[in-house]
């Protein structure tokens, strides 16, 4: 749209985003437009964040954060850029565009901008390998509430991996066609139906937590990725051909670098500038110590080129765009800018032919990975065997191929520089081709002395040819002998490298699972990241047959192992040469639940996610997910596990996250437990998994009484169940009563029980184990006026989590929020009958057949604030309420849950104002959730306070009674004393 009303004089809006300086500054401020409210413009600092974003001074701001600055105050728009953590997002353009728009009376909206400096969508070309492409789809809820296709698990070395897929990255489109919109189940489809090959089009998780906090797709600027020559040819070739420099260049030529840079949790470590409206970027500033200065780069250099592609003549948001793109690693070609403008005024083109040096940032180490220099030496001698057998296999081979060459001129005893000591010296030796292999001459000279003591005698001249012929059989004889040891020997040897990557593995795993295969002396392993305890697999051990180290080939078997002890703890095994007792230590290794345990191992694998280098990032995530997989694994065969409550260790896990304030992080990994668990459900169902932890709930939540902290924290819990969605839906589907008829059974749940917590007595007339008001006539009035105070406290406190509760849950899907509110209504309808002046006479047959008193006045302060949004005076809201709800007569099922009608009988209720008999109401397809709602409130607080109504207005007659009595006794003229006690037995 945007494109189409675009003229001479007028351009697009610019979406930029501006990160702060390392003063804490985005580098421009806000200036209200003198006259006309909610208008403002932007002024930039010169060089500063914003204008190498993009913004320019002058320009309307139309939209920051997701908010129409239209809308807020001058005051307002300072505090959201306050508040703003590293990076305000903010939409502009220039004031002669701005009227253009309004002249054809166009909103400005974000979807019609220009990217500038946002994290742009790549495309991802991948090939089927044997294994598949390597990645898992998964369909999980955002904490923004939005529904994402996230690709989880990258497997290792995979399609998906070597194409730049990273774990948790945003599905745009599959084969240029976007999937946004679609389920799971027919995003899958299209990746099948693409048979070898798919292009994928994907966001990482920066760019896709930005986008969703924004509420904007991330394909709206994907157009704008690629530079204009790149998208007519993408394949034109980047760099020029190697040429031939100046003489007078070639005696002090400048050097342009080529400079590889790995990104670190701060970043690349260098800040890009230009010239102000003038193609060309240079490093403006280099961190010191950062990634940019490890790799060389210099305060003014040139930017040339940005991982393979010129952009001498692109501006500053595309080169940074196309930085971004890069991901974790980034190739720059520059020149200091001397340099850059010698060789440009001698038209020498700047490729990467005339780079002198290759400088590469060396990979981020934490001190806990091992080098070679670092490694133990019972490692080392690991390390020493391997490299002294390679050196076997060489003078194997030289062996083999020197006795090959016997007769033919070239070989030990025939060639020229013979290595042997007959007739030659030191120079012979040194030009033999194979003195190479050793360290020395004295070395080599040594080795033909050696061979010439085994050496048989020549045979005779006359039978030099059968001589030969039987040489070349037992040389082609041994050949074959050694074929086989030479290969194994070569397939079990590992560089210096690959051995020292194995041990960082081996040492990642102990870190994060605590267990290990090793038993050797303390005193002679490296110390390099080992946790002080492990627990030591004896049997697994045993059955690798001497393998005493942890790889991802055998840690799923380590894993299922440790899971399996019955105690773990007297199978500590001390991995340093401190002998200091170190209870925690032991406590975290020595962990007999399953669950808590896993929860601990995915904790440290987190941790190891944010620490390791790149090379073992991989490794560390496959832990992570093991350890989500372990504990579906648990969930669904809880039978396996010896003496152990697998759901009551599930809850008590969220009762300790709740307790110790690390609820998010508890949260974050029962989802993806959960997720685990919807995905595999042959074993069991979610619902089989689920229930069981319910009945715990509900079990202790019951017994609880309103003061008590213990009960706040359960509901912390429930608020997480209302709000997870399959959880929430599970938990609607437990809530409902055996018998929808009976008044009582609603109470007997596990939302009932937690709605009839109260300082009420919980049995009328029963006084026992009551904690409030026990002895009122001993107790002063200032310890009255605490208890009072505590309970209001608890109250209030309680009230609010219930409503967050109920909440929740009307937010959740339609199946949920029918079946809460099929709850409500059917707990209403089934104890209509407490309004009933009969229920009041009866008390016994009263408490045998209705929920308590309780459950009412805590329902009815819960839907009360409920109500509140559209309760407010003059709110037009109130206005949508229909009362024909009231008059509808017996519906379906199908039809209350099409029409949104939950409350039973209302229409057998007597109506004040009474239609005429001729007259039929216009009743509505649909009932809105606000008339409902307002209904469920009102029959909630007449059931709940009538009671208690008339229970008030009897206790007040026989105090009545008292006092009458009373006076007239002080007064002389009292009745029998025995009337005076019938009433003190009445009241």
């Known amino acids: 749209?945007?494109?189409?009303?675009?003229?001479?004089?007028?351009?697009?809006?610019?979406?930029?985003?501006?990160?702060?300086?390392?003063?804490?500054?985005?580098?421009?401020?806000?200036?209200?437009?003198?006259?006309?409210?909610?208008?403002?413009?932007?002024?930039?600092?010169?060089?500063?964040?914003?204008?190498?974003?993009?913004?320019?001074?002058?320009?309307?701001?139309?939209?920051?954060?997701?908010?129409?600055?239209?809308?807020?105050?001058?005051?307002?728009?300072?505090?959201?850029?306050?508040?703003?953590?590293?990076?305000?997002?903010?939409?502009?353009?220039?004031?002669?565009?701005?009227?253009?728009?309004?002249?054809?009376?166009?909103?400005?909206?974000?979807?019609?901008?220009?990217?500038?400096?946002?994290?742009?969508?790549?495309?991802?070309?991948?090939?089927?390998?044997?294994?598949?492409?390597?990645?898992?789809?998964?369909?999980?809820?955002?904490?923004?509430?939005?529904?994402?296709?996230?690709?989880?698990?990258?497997?290792?070395?995979?399609?998906?991996?070597?194409?730049?897929?990273?774990?948790?990255?945003?599905?745009?489109?599959?084969?240029?066609?976007?999937?946004?919109?679609?389920?799971?189940?027919?995003?899958?489809?299209?990746?099948?139906?693409?048979?070898?090959?798919?292009?994928?089009?994907?966001?990482?998780?920066?760019?896709?937590?930005?986008?969703?906090?924004?509420?904007?797709?991330?394909?709206?600027?994907?157009?704008?990725?690629?530079?204009?020559?790149?998208?007519?040819?993408?394949?034109?070739?980047?760099?020029?051909?190697?040429?031939?420099?100046?003489?007078?260049?070639?005696?002090?030529?400048?050097?342009?670098?080529?400079?590889?840079?790995?990104?670190?949790?701060?970043?690349?470590?260098?800040?890009?500038?230009?010239?102000?409206?003038?193609?060309?970027?240079?490093?403006?500033?280099?961190?010191?110590?950062?990634?940019?200065?490890?790799?060389?780069?210099?305060?003014?250099?040139?930017?040339?080129?940005?991982?393979?592609?010129?952009?001498?003549?692109?501006?500053?948001?595309?080169?940074?765009?196309?930085?971004?793109?890069?991901?974790?690693?980034?190739?720059?070609?520059?020149?200091?800018?001397?340099?850059?403008?010698?060789?440009?005024?001698?038209?020498?083109?700047?490729?990467?032919?005339?780079?002198?040096?290759?400088?590469?940032?060396?990979?981020?180490?934490?001190?806990?990975?091992?080098?070679?220099?670092?490694?133990?030496?019972?490692?080392?001698?690991?390390?020493?065997?391997?490299?002294?057998?390679?050196?076997?296999?060489?003078?194997?081979?030289?062996?083999?191929?020197?006795?090959?060459?016997?007769?033919s001129g070239c070989g030990w005893r025939n060639c020229p520089g013979e290595m042997t000591d007959q007739g030659n010296n030191n120079q012979n030796i040194s030009r033999n081709p194979f003195a190479a292999l050793f360290s020395s001459l004295a070395d080599a000279k040594q080795f033909a002395s050696g061979q010439k003591q085994h050496q048989r005698p020549d045979p005779p001249s006359d039978a030099s040819g059968d001589s030969q012929s039987d040489s070349e059989n037992s040389v082609s004889d041994s050949i074959d002998d050694n074929d086989d040891s030479v290969a194994e020997i070569s397939r079990s040897f590992r560089s210096r490298q690959e051995l020292c990557e194995q041990l960082n593995v081996n040492h990642m795993i102990q870190r994060i699972f605590l267990i290990t295969l090793d038993n050797s002396d303390p005193s002679l392993k490296g110390g390099n990241g080992t946790p002080p305890r492990c627990v030591y697999l004896e049997e697994m051990a045993a059955d690798l047959d001497g393998q005493d180290w942890l790889d991802m080939d055998n840690i799923e078997q380590a894993l299922f192992n440790r899971l399996l002890l019955l105690e773990p703890g007297s199978h500590l095994m001390y991995m340093t040469s401190s002998s200091v007792v170190n209870l925690p230590a032991d406590r975290h290794a020595g962990e007999k639940c399953a669950m808590p345990y896993l929860y601990a191992c995915y904790q440290r694998a987190k941790e190891e996610v944010t620490k390791v280098p790149e090379k073992l990032l991989s490794f560390a995530v496959r832990c992570k997910n093991l350890t989500v997989s372990n504990a579906r694994t648990v969930l669904l065969t809880p039978e396996i596990y010896v003496s152990q409550n697998i759901y009551e260790q599930l809850l008590d896990l969220l009762l300790e996250g709740v307790s110790g304030a690390q609820l998010d992080e508890v949260v974050e990994f029962v989802d993806e437990v959960i997720a685990a668990l919807l995905a595999d459900q042959e074993v069991r169902t979610f619902g089989e998994v689920i229930v069981p932890v319910l009945d715990i709930l509900?079990?202790?939540?019951?017994?609880?009484?309103?003061?008590?902290?213990?009960?706040?924290?359960?509901?912390?819990?429930?608020?997480?169940?209302?709000?997870?969605?399959?959880?929430?839906?599970?938990?609607?589907?437990?809530?409902?009563?055996?018998?929808?008829?009976?008044?009582?059974?609603?109470?007997?749940?596990?939302?009932?029980?937690?709605?009839?917590?109260?300082?009420?007595?919980?049995?009328?007339?029963?006084?026992?184990?009551?904690?409030?008001?026990?002895?009122?006539?001993?107790?002063?009035?200032?310890?009255?006026?605490?208890?009072?105070?505590?309970?209001?406290?608890?109250?209030?406190?309680?009230?609010?989590?219930?409503?967050?509760?109920?909440?929740?849950?009307?937010?959740?899907?339609?199946?949920?929020?029918?079946?809460?509110?099929?709850?409500?209504?059917?707990?209403?309808?089934?104890?209509?009958?407490?309004?009933?002046?009969?229920?009041?006479?009866?008390?016994?047959?009263?408490?045998?057949?209705?929920?308590?008193?309780?459950?009412?006045?805590?329902?009815?302060?819960?839907l009360l604030k409920l109500c509140q949004p559209f309760c407010r005076p003059r709110s037009p809201k109130l206005l949508t309420f229909n009362p024909t709800y009231c008059a509808l007569k017996e519906l379906s099922e199908e039809e209350r849950r099409n029409r949104n009608v939950h409350v039973r009988g209302l229409d057998k209720e007597t109506c004040l104002t009474p239609a005429p008999p001729q007259q039929t109401p216009e009743y509505a397809h649909s009932y809105s959730l606000l008339t409902e709602n307002l209904i469920l409130t009102q029959l909630t607080l007449h059931l709940g306070f009538h009671r208690l109504h008339d229970q008030m207005v009897k206790m007040n007659q026989s105090l009545h009674r008292l006092q009458g009595s009373w006076r007239r006794r002080d007064t002389g003229g009292a009745r029998p004393q025995s009337s005076c006690v019938s009433s003190l037995s009445v009241s």
């Not at 500063?48 to 005051?75: C, D, F, Y």
């Not at 070395?157 to 946004?180: H, I, R, Y």
């Not at 006539?777 to 009072?788: C, L, T």
């Not at 009866?842 to 009412?856: C, G, K, N, V």
Request: net charge neutral.
């Open 1 to 407: 749209m945007a494109r189409a009303y675009r003229g001479e004089h007028c351009s697009r809006p610019q979406l930029c985003l501006i990160p702060r300086d390392h003063n804490g500054s985005f580098g421009f401020s806000i200036i209200p437009i003198q006259g006309e409210k909610g208008r403002y413009s932007v002024s930039t600092v010169s060089g500063g964040p914003a204008e190498r974003a993009g913004l320019r001074t002058g320009q309307s701001l139309v939209w920051i954060n997701g908010a129409m600055v239209s809308k807020l105050t001058h005051t307002v728009l300072n505090k959201m850029l306050k508040k703003s953590v590293d990076h305000v997002t903010v939409l502009v353009i220039d004031s002669e565009s701005e009227k253009s728009y309004a002249r054809r009376q166009l909103p400005i909206l974000p979807s019609m901008a220009g990217a500038h400096n946002l994290p742009l969508p790549e495309d991802l070309h991948l090939v089927r390998g044997p294994e598949g492409f390597g990645f898992l789809l998964r369909q999980e809820k955002m904490p923004s509430g939005c529904i994402a296709h996230l690709l989880r698990e990258v497997d290792r070395d995979s399609p998906a991996e070597q194409a730049g897929m990273q774990d948790g990255d945003l599905l745009l489109a599959v084969n240029s066609e976007t999937v946004e919109m679609l389920e799971h189940d027919d995003i899958v489809s299209r990746i099948r139906l693409s048979d070898q090959q798919v292009t994928l089009t994907i966001i990482h998780v920066n760019g896709r937590d930005l986008y969703m906090k924004l509420c904007l797709s991330p394909l709206l600027f994907y157009d704008n990725k690629l530079p204009k020559e790149a998208q007519k040819n993408p394949k034109v070739a980047l760099t020029a051909p190697p040429v031939e420099l100046p003489e007078e260049l070639q005696l002090t030529p400048p050097c342009p670098r080529l400079c590889v840079l790995v990104k670190k949790p701060t970043g690349f470590g260098f800040r890009l500038g230009s010239v102000h409206h003038k193609h060309g970027t240079f490093i403006a500033q280099v961190e010191i110590g950062g990634s940019g200065e490890k790799a060389g780069l210099w305060d003014g250099d040139v930017v040339v080129e940005v991982n393979g592609q010129n952009v001498e003549e692109q501006h500053l948001e595309d080169v940074a765009t196309l930085m971004m793109e890069g991901g974790c690693h980034l190739r720059l070609l520059v020149v200091d800018r001397r340099g850059y403008e010698r060789l440009k005024h001698n038209g020498v083109p700047i490729t990467p032919e005339l780079v002198l040096n290759n400088t590469q940032v060396e990979e981020s180490k934490y001190d806990y990975f091992v080098n070679y220099e670092d490694i133990s030496c019972k490692e080392r001698n690991i390390i020493t065997l391997n490299i002294q057998t390679w050196t076997d296999i060489y003078l194997s081979l030289l062996k083999t191929y020197a006795t090959r060459q016997v007769g």
């Open 698 to 862: 509900h079990g202790r939540v019951k017994d609880l009484d309103l003061c008590q902290l213990l009960l706040y924290s359960y509901l912390d819990i429930l608020l997480y169940f209302s709000h997870q969605k399959d959880i929430a839906k599970m938990l609607m589907e437990y809530i409902q009563p055996k018998d929808p008829n009976s008044g009582l059974q609603y109470q007997k749940t596990l939302l009932g029980a937690v709605l009839s917590v109260s300082c009420l007595l919980k049995t009328p007339g029963v006084v026992e184990s009551h904690g409030f008001f026990v002895n009122p006539s001993r107790s002063s009035p200032q310890e009255m006026k605490v208890q009072e105070s505590n309970i209001h406290q608890f109250m209030g406190q309680y009230h609010e989590k219930l409503y967050q509760v109920l909440r929740n849950l009307l937010q959740q899907s339609g199946d949920t929020r029918h079946l809460l509110l099929s709850w409500l209504g059917g707990c209403l309808q089934a104890n209509a009958g407490r309004a009933k002046i009969w229920a009041n006479q009866m008390p016994e047959i009263f408490m045998q057949t209705y929920a308590s008193d309780a459950l009412f006045l805590n329902l009815g302060a819960a």
